[in-house]
């Protein structure tokens, strides 16, 4: 659709120049999209490629090279078949000379039938030789995209849609599959059997035959290319109404709770609905258009297969050719019909498969906007300080965030950091982590900038529970082992009772096999903290962020958590991130960060004396019954 000031835009346009309808606009714009498909499908071809001659896999080549034999020897089989076929029917008709007399109608018959099984034989060994070449390039490419997806910033994540993520890549992993196998055994085969025949008709026949079959076989390319051409932009839309729908529903089920909180089944069903209209009505004109295209498809290989069968008909009866002759132009023409049927379906395919990889590839482009700097050696954390020098950050540069803030919180220490909401608190859990990098000053970790060292070792050297620990569906044991990896059974029993969860552990009927659930939902927020601290504690970092660890529970569950947290922080630098004072009133230290600025800083008693900002907070949240 042309933008609304097009007219105008038309009429400032050059004397003799006219004006573009939108029709005119709208065809502009596609052969621009077909065009940008097109540069993106060689580059994905391009990608592609290495998957299939890798210079440090020789037995990959190996393969590829005898499967190509096997393709071509299977073709040469193929276009021989028909010439036995004819010498069978001359012999049978009298009319055989030479090797036909010598073999014997019967003698043929079976050699027909052995070429005929000798063809599919080396079709199914190309096949055979091939499909760990392509497995192994599937499961390389399926790897590459999900490591490349973690390495992804959470910026990038918290901005896309999880079931569109999902089905990029599950449309993307299937294109590489249907490309290799369709591309390199499809296309290429069907080439090479097209020049044969075309050859053969050529120096056994006549021109004509020559000019009908390569007249035919060019109408019936163009014709559907053009029209596939056209179905990949409905086939384009269908898509994008497929993902949207699939978005809707994973999104509807992840929020199951909220769905029934609400009374929202009807809402929800009627979004979905709505994806799905959309999606049908672009699905119906898919199929019309497969109609169309098959149809003229049809048309135009019976007509070339009438022509060329009524001059050999002319020639049988001129005296010119045998029986076996018309048989065998027969069976060569239903030879490339077969082939030709499937091009307009093989040729959409493949058109689709290098969209869908081009998204996939989109995405393996994307870079992430937090990266190792080149040769960044591993964090080395001698006591665990960590210092705050002068950071701004904000997610929008419009909008900063942390504004010039300076901490230094000792080895071994215990520092809260408290505010009201928007106030930066949470931000600077996430530079330590290094979701996000600093916009201005450093953050430093036993002197080291954490821009400058690898993000493995910096992940490695802090532990995090969050508000709302989220639990992989699978069990305790699996979740509590997931602090480290390759712990034994015994290590995450000794976490399990230093977060006091093993006694309700070994209550449960399966114990530490129980299935927790999706996002761990059958288990109450503070069980699944203290499954998140078990972790943490197994994980045994030398620096602990507490983020809003206990906010998310009541009272009672937050206070019994408390002991467990003091415990975790036993010889470590913790970093504690709370909204909720009382939680916070034994650390060495408190920072009071408001609009981005820190305000005031001491202990709790000292803070409270000085009855500034800390102790107004205090006093809101004991009047209103927050403390506990």
């Given at each position: 659709m042309p933008p609304a000031n097009s007219g105008a835009a038309d009429r400032r346009a050059a004397p003799g120049q006219g004006t573009k309808t939108s029709a005119a606009l709208g065809a502009e714009e596609a052969a621009r999209s077909d065009a940008r498909e097109r540069a993106s499908g060689w580059r994905t071809v391009r990608r592609v490629s290495p998957w299939l001659w890798p210079d440090d896999q020789p037995w990959v080549k190996r393969r590829v090279v005898a499967a190509l034999v096997m393709l071509v020897l299977a073709k040469l089989v193929a276009v021989g078949t028909p010439m036995i076929y004819k010498g069978a029917v001359d012999a049978l008709a009298g009319d055989g000379t030479g090797w036909m007399l010598a073999m014997g109608a019967v003698g043929l018959t079976v050699a027909y039938g052995m070429a005929r099984l000798m063809s599919v034989g080396f079709q199914?060994?190309?096949?055979?030789?091939?499909?760990?070449?392509?497995?192994?390039?599937?499961?390389?490419?399926?790897?590459?995209?999900?490591?490349?997806?973690?390495?992804?910033?959470?910026?990038?994540?918290?901005?896309?849609?999880?079931?569109?993520?999902?089905?990029?890549?599950?449309?993307?992993?299937?294109?590489?599959?249907?490309?290799?196998?369709?591309?390199?055994?499809?296309?290429?085969?069907?080439?090479?059997?097209?020049?044969?025949?075309?050859?053969?008709?050529?120096?056994?026949?006549?021109?004509?035959?020559?000019?009908?079959?390569?007249?035919?076989?060019?109408?019936?390319?163009?014709?559907?290319?053009?029209?596939?051409?056209?179905?990949?932009?409905?086939?384009?839309?269908?898509?994008?109404?497929?993902?949207?729908?699939?978005?809707?529903?994973?999104?509807?089920?992840?929020?199951?709770?909220?769905?029934?909180?609400?009374?929202?089944?009807?809402?929800?069903?009627?979004?979905?609905?709505?994806?799905?209209?959309?999606?049908?009505?672009?699905?119906?004109?898919?199929?019309?258009?497969?109609?169309?295209?098959?149809?003229?498809?049809?048309?135009?290989?019976?007509?070339?297969?009438?022509?060329?069968?009524?001059?050999?008909?002319l020639g049988v009866q001129n005296g010119d050719l045998t029986v076996g002759d018309f048989v065998m132009v027969n069976a060569y023409m239903i030879q490339i019909t077969m082939p030709l049927n499937f091009l307009g379906t093989v040729y959409r395919e493949i058109r689709q498969s290098l969209v869908d990889m081009g998204e996939m590839f989109d995405l393996l482009d994307q870079p992430p906007d937090v990266r190792d700097a080149p040769d960044a050696p591993p964090l080395k954390v001698t006591g665990g300080a960590v210092a705050l020098d002068r950071v701004s950050f904000g997610y929008d540069p419009a909008r900063p965030i942390l504004r010039d803030v300076s901490l230094r919180i000792g080895a071994g220490e215990t520092v809260a950091i408290v505010g009201p909401s928007g106030s930066g608190k949470s931000t600077i859990g996430r530079l330590l982590f290094r979701f996000y990098d600093v916009t201005g000053g450093a953050l430093r970790i036993d002197g080291q900038d954490v821009r400058d060292v690898t993000l493995s070792s910096l992940h490695g050297a802090i532990g995090v529970v969050p508000q709302d620990t989220v639990l992989f569906n699978d069990t305790i044991a699996y979740n509590i082992a997931y602090g480290r990896e390759g712990a034994s059974r015994a290590e995450v029993e000794a976490a399990a009772k230093a977060a006091r969860i093993h006694d309700f552990i070994t209550s449960l009927p399966d114990g530490y096999d129980t299935t927790v659930g999706e996002r761990g939902l059958k288990l109450s927020g503070g069980e699944k903290q203290r499954v998140g601290i078990a972790r943490t504690l197994l994980k045994n970092p030398p620096i602990l962020l507490l983020d809003e660890a206990t906010s998310a529970l009541d009272t009672q569950t937050e206070q019994s958590i408390q002991d467990e947290l003091r415990a975790a922080g036993q010889g470590r630098t913790v970093l504690t991130i709370a909204h909720r004072l009382s939680t916070v009133v034994d650390a060495d230290r408190i920072v009071v960060l408001e609009a981005g600025r820190i305000v005031e800083e001491g202990t709790h008693a000292n803070l409270l004396a000085r009855g500034e900002k800390y102790a107004a907070m205090w006093n809101r949240q004991r009047a209103e019954g927050a403390l506990g």
């Open positions: 199914e060994l190309r096949n055979a030789l091939f499909t760990r070449v392509g497995q192994r390039a599937l499961r390389m490419i399926a790897l590459e995209t999900f490591e490349h997806i973690h390495r992804l910033s959470l910026r990038y994540h918290i901005t896309r849609k999880t079931g569109g993520l999902s089905r990029i890549i599950e449309r993307g992993v299937k294109g590489v599959d249907f490309l290799l196998r369709f591309l390199l055994f499809s296309i290429f085969p069907l080439l090479l059997e097209l020049a044969l025949i075309a050859l053969i008709f050529f120096l056994l026949f006549d021109v004509w035959y020559l000019a009908t079959v390569v007249g035919t076989i060019a109408l019936y390319v163009w014709f559907t290319f053009r029209v596939t051409e056209w179905r990949v932009r409905q086939r384009r839309e269908m898509n994008a109404q497929d993902t949207d729908a699939n978005q809707k529903a994973i999104d509807s089920l992840l929020n199951f709770e909220t769905v029934k909180y609400f009374n929202a089944e009807g809402m929800e069903a009627r979004r979905y609905d709505s994806a799905m209209a959309k999606y049908e009505v672009a699905a119906v004109k898919t199929n019309y258009s497969l109609a169309f295209l098959n149809f003229g498809q049809a048309f135009l290989i019976t007509a070339g297969l009438v022509v060329v069968m009524v001059l050999a008909a």
